[in-house]
């Protein structure tokens, strides 16, 4: 031991460093509070001029969108999204009618629903940063869980973008 001291104090370190990040990366999460309101989301709801779903006075309401003559608007799809399970389920109008919202961007216990972001570029000559909207997260407490939301092949994920649009927390 005392012959290759030097080599252990090498072999070490980089362990060692590796160690610390993961703790750095892992340990949040383990002491942060879970989240627990689940929200309401639409997908297919960003065309041209206007939102066809809103949250007013902390209910759901439903607007008339004018739309140029020859283009067909896709579907306008509402979902709740649990975030225990990870899971989401489509309810019809009527139903997300009666719930009650709170449109805040946080939630009471400090999540939000944001996009990923992702790098492009070569550091540190070019760095290019922009968001990744095909990933969407819930962050807070320095943690965040990407979210299981419906693919192209169960409900049509992007149009020009994301259609994800969050509408609010359910109270």
Do not use: C
């Not at 809103?54 to 509402?78: F, M, Q, W």
Request: net charge positive; hydrophobic share 40%; proline share 6%.
């Amino acid at each position: 031991m005392k012959k290759n001291f030097s080599l252990v104090i090498g072999i070490a370190i980089p362990i060692l460093m590796i160690a610390l990040v993961a703790a750095s990366i892992y340990l949040p999460g383990l002491f942060s509070p879970p989240p627990k309101v689940n929200f309401l989301y639409v997908l297919g709801d960003n065309h041209y001029e206007g939102q066809q779903y809103v949250v007013e006075n902390g209910k759901l309401a439903k607007r008339e969108v004018k739309y140029p003559e020859h283009y067909t608007p896709g579907v306008a799809r509402l979902f709740v999204h649990n975030v225990t399970m990870n899971e989401s389920r489509e309810v019809l109008f009527e139903e997300a009618q009666q719930l009650s919202l709170d449109a805040n961007a946080k939630s009471l216990n400090g999540y939000e629903v944001v996009y990923g972001s992702r790098g492009d570029g070569l550091f540190p000559f070019f760095f290019i940063s922009s968001t990744d909207y095909d990933s969407v997260y819930l962050k807070g407490h320095r943690t965040s869980k990407k979210l299981n939301l419906p693919s192209p092949a169960t409900g049509g994920w992007r149009y020009y973008g994301s259609n994800f649009r969050f509408l609010g927390w359910l109270k």
